[in-house]
């Protein structure tokens, strides 16, 4: 599998913790990653299924002690549509 057809397919497999969402691939020109595979990361663009996009995403963050202390937010574990 080429690196297009693999980014292809990452575009059009959203993770399934968005399963309940909408979930929309979008370019993040400039955006930093860790560094596995940076130019294959796919970033999407999540919505509530009503079409709503200004709820807020609850998840967690982590501190990476191997990576300069870096914090992330990881798992998102809901959409609250207000």
């Given amino acids: 599998m080429t690196k297009s057809e693999m980014r292809a397919y990452l575009d059009s497999h959203p993770p399934r913790?968005?399963?309940?969402l909408s979930a929309v691939p979008v370019d993040m020109i400039g955006a930093v990653f860790d560094g596995h595979g940076e130019d294959l990361n796919p970033v999407f663009h999540i919505s509530c299924k009503c079409g709503n996009e200004t709820g807020k995403v609850r998840g967690y963050f982590w501190t990476n002690p191997d990576y300069n202390d870096m914090t992330v937010f990881i798992s998102p574990l809901e959409f609250i549509c207000p």
Wanted: hydrophobic share 25%.
């Fill in 17 to 20: 913790c968005l399963n309940e």
